[in-house]
């Protein structure tokens, strides 16, 4: 099990499903092609550093940030990412920034985007959470990424 720091955010693209590591990559490029300036700001999560995110802004001081308990979250499944524009080299959150067009490029890539959280990006398909937190349980998370990426073609926006 991979773990880290849990104040600190993970952008290292190996610890995502291969797949999906890969195809972020490019539909980041692209959008960067495309005068996008967004980059990687969380990729992967281990279920403490989600529990740590969860506890903010309810046991801990701040913000709610996420409404995902450990286990809840695609992050641990390493599906999912959190994308954040750059401007002058310094993570920006402006609420004007052109997120429908970041959006469009990764639904051209096949990429499941939220409409309440802009930043989120995931590649689950028709999987439910509750079915990749017993796969991962009982059979590992390359099975898991096995399944997922098998279900590539049944994406839903």
């Not at 399944?147 to 049944?154: A, C, H, L, V």
Request: glycine residues 8%; charged residues 20%; contains cysteine.
């Amino acid at each position: 099990m991979i773990t880290h720091d849990v104040s600190k955010i993970n952008r290292d693209f190996q610890y995502l499903a291969p797949f999906f590591s890969l195809l972020l990559q490019q539909a980041i490029t692209e959008c960067q092609d495309q005068g996008l300036p967004i980059y990687l700001f969380e990729g992967y999560r281990c279920a403490a550093r989600q529990g740590y995110l969860f506890e903010q802004g309810r046991s801990r001081e701040g913000k709610i940030i996420t409404k995902a308990r450990p286990g809840h979250s695609w992050h641990q499944y390493g599906v999912a990412a959190d994308l954040c524009f750059k401007h002058n080299g310094q993570w920006a959150w402006h609420k004007d920034d052109p997120w429908d067009k970041v959006h469009q490029v990764m639904h051209d890539f096949g990429f499941e985007t939220l409409s309440w959280e802009k930043a989120h990006v995931q590649w689950v398909g028709e999987m439910t959470i509750a079915k990749a937190k017993q796969i991962t349980q009982d059979h590992g998370m390359l099975v898991l990424w096995t399944m997922i990426e098998g279900n590539k073609g049944k994406i839903q926006h």
